[in-house]
Nanobody
Framework: QVQLVESGGGLVQAGGSLRLSCAAS????????MGWYRQAPGKQRELVAA???????NYADSVKGRFIISRDNAKNTVYLQMNSLKPEDTAVYYC?????????WGQGTRVTVSS
């Protein structure tokens, strides 16, 4: 089993920044893709950003140039630096990691951006 602990969500004004963290622990033998998804009220969960073990990244068009995903392999942790936040970034953000053939989700952390 793998446990994911997320932190860093909160309330911020438009234009502000937040940094999300997701630490993985447990039976980690091959941590592959680590990423962040978000789900706004009434909408489907969507990919925000992902990073593979080699460091290549992928971003949703809506966050390119504003968000930066990174990972610390020694700490089994993935980060999401969110800058220039907009009200439309308001959502619950979920960490998702691939370990071997399995996928695990975090419990979610709420981000609210006020206008």
């Amino acid at each position: 089993q793998v446990q994911l602990v997320e932190s860093g969500g909160g309330l911020v004004q438009a234009g502000g920044s937040l940094r999300l963290s997701c630490a993985a622990s447990g039976s980690i033998f091959r941590l592959n893709v680590m990423g962040w998804y978000r789900q706004a009220p009434g909408k489907q969960r969507e990919l925000v950003a992902a990073i593979i073990s080699g460091g290549n990244t992928n971003y949703a068009d809506s966050v390119k140039g504003r968000f930066i995903i990174s990972r610390d392999n020694a700490k089994n942790t993935v980060y999401l630096q969110m800058n220039s936040l907009k009200p439309e970034d308001t959502a619950v953000y979920y960490c998702r990691v691939g370990v071997g053939d399995y996928v695990y989700w975090g419990q979610g952390t709420r981000v609210t951006v006020s206008s």
